[in-house]
């Protein structure tokens, strides 16, 4: 069954560091996503990725978040300068169409010290 | 803005049914989805409702209506392996990112 990829799924980090957390989503998929989870919090939505831009953030997603899909199959997030509170577990997810579901994978758990 | 409702806990025991209800005000609606959540795990989607009714899947059933912002997830046959978080999610508008609730954690004992 295709699944959504992440990798590393744990990184731990010093603060003010950049880190890159990878993704491949489900090979025809053409929507893909960053949220982020807190521990013993919610999901929350980072951002949206269509046809190679951003189609739509959260006010999470300030300028030390960025994307990018540097090829045909990776999707990546990239905090610049991390922060303690960007300690949390980042799940990437993909869907088919705009409107249908999203699937999501295993996580990145990142922690920063 | 977008505001999701579900209870924070509840708890049954194995082979009882539990309904566990969301209520969402929302700027347009676009479909509601149901995940489930095991503890250091992603989301696994379980149902989607986008016109009002009941959708049957099995064990679960999910049942919405757009004119009271209301949707519940119906889980029969309760087992142990069905604790675990159910998160319930709403699309605002066509073609934007899912908006997650807090999520609802379900305890069952034997």
């Known amino acids: 069954e295709p699944e959504v990829t992440q990798t590393p799924s744990h990184q731990v980090t010093q603060m003010g560091q950049e880190v890159i957390l990878r993704c491949v989503p489900i090979s025809n998929h053409l929507y893909f996503y960053w949220y982020r989870q807190i521990l013993g919090q919610k999901v929350e939505f980072l951002v949206s990725f269509y046809n190679n831009e951003i189609s739509e953030k959260s006010e999470i997603f300030d300028d030390q978040f960025s994307v990018e899909r540097p090829d045909g199959s990776n999707f990546t997030l990239k905090i610049r300068s991390t922060k303690l509170e960007d300690s949390a577990m980042y799940f990437c997810a993909s869907s088919g169409t705009p409107n249908t579901e999203a699937f999501f994978g295993q996580g990145t758990r990142l922690t920063v010290v | 803005g977008q505001n999701i409702d579900q209870p924070t806990e509840m708890t049954a025991t194995e082979g009882a049914i539990v309904q566990i209800n969301c209520t969402y005000q929302?700027?347009?609606?676009?479909?509601l989805f149901w995940y489930q959540q095991h503890a250091g795990e992603a989301p696994t989607f379980l149902s989607y409702n986008v016109l009002d009714g009941l959708e049957e899947k099995g064990r679960f059933s999910s049942f919405l209506s757009r004119s009271k912002g209301y949707s519940y997830l119906l889980l029969k046959e309760l087992q142990m392996k069905d604790s675990a978080s159910y998160l319930c999610?709403?699309?605002?508008?066509?073609?934007?990112?899912?908006?997650f609730g807090k999520g609802t954690t379900l305890s069952v004992s034997s």
């Open positions: 929302t700027s347009g609606f676009n479909g």
């Open positions: 999610a709403v699309r605002g508008r066509a073609g934007t990112a899912l908006i």
